[in-house]
């Protein structure tokens, strides 16, 4: 069974400071990996995937992640937050055939 | 594009009540999801719809829950009758086939509330 841990339940950072959000899974086949964030009362919106090409993916709002195999973990990152990301967001992990299986979510804040 | 469509957004029932959710997802899509975000947790599936068939529903609560999607386009989820428990967001999201590879789109949910 595929499973997502995301380490970290709230992370808090001041704005223009770099952003890192956990996030292990547990999968026996190739993984599709996906991250999405969630603003307050909006839906959930597709930052980047990973589906087998190459392993540092950017997204959108100059967010990126890397897959790492060895570690079976897919963390996201920014380099410098802004005030417009604070934000729940989750890691998602597919294998080909079954659903998305969501994280917990991580609650990001950044500070001014 | 049109985005996922979801109405009411807000809902607030006694336990006991019936309610029902609407979701028309985006035009060619063929998979629509149903899930259930619980405060504080990621969402759950209830069920999945390739086109007007039920591709998987293991984690709906049939006792209580029905869904349907007769002509393979917009959806409607039923509650009846309604517990405490069931105090969440529903969220809709569609992708182009049943392999969502490229990821899915959701819609912005309707909130529970059943008091």
């Known amino acids: 069974a595929q499973s997502v841990t995301q380490l970290d339940s709230h992370v808090s950072v001041s704005e223009g400071t770099p952003v890192l959000l956990r996030c292990n899974y547990s999968s026996s086949y190739s993984p599709s990996l996906f991250w999405y964030v969630q603003h307050p009362n909006k839906g959930l919106q597709l930052l980047l995937k990973y589906t087998s090409a190459a392993t540092l993916v950017k997204g959108i709002n100059g967010f990126e992640a890397e897959f790492k195999k060895s570690e079976t973990s897919f963390h996201l990152t920014k380099p410098s937050a802004h005030m417009s990301d604070a934000a729940e967001y989750f890691c998602v992990v597919r294998i080909y055939g079954q659903n998305f299986v969501f994280g917990p979510g991580t609650r990001l804040s950044v500070l001014p | 594009e049109a985005g996922v469509a979801q109405s009411p957004r807000y809902k607030i029932i006694e336990k006991r009540q019936s309610v029902a959710f609407w979701c028309n997802p985006i035009s060619g899509h063929a998979t629509l999801y149903w899930y259930q975000q619980i405060l504080g947790q990621g969402p759950k599936l209830l069920i999945q719809f390739q086109n007007n068939g039920v591709v998987d529903d293991s984690q709906l609560p049939k006792d209580r829950f029905s869904a349907e999607r007769l002509k393979g386009v917009d959806s409607t989820l039923k509650i009846q009758p309604a517990k405490l428990e069931d105090s969440a967001v529903y969220l809709c999201?569609?992708?182009?086939?049943?392999?969502?590879?490229?990821?899915?789109?959701f819609g912005s949910g309707t909130r529970l509330t059943v008091v």
């Open positions: 999201a569609s992708s182009l086939d049943e392999t969502g590879y490229q990821g899915y789109t």
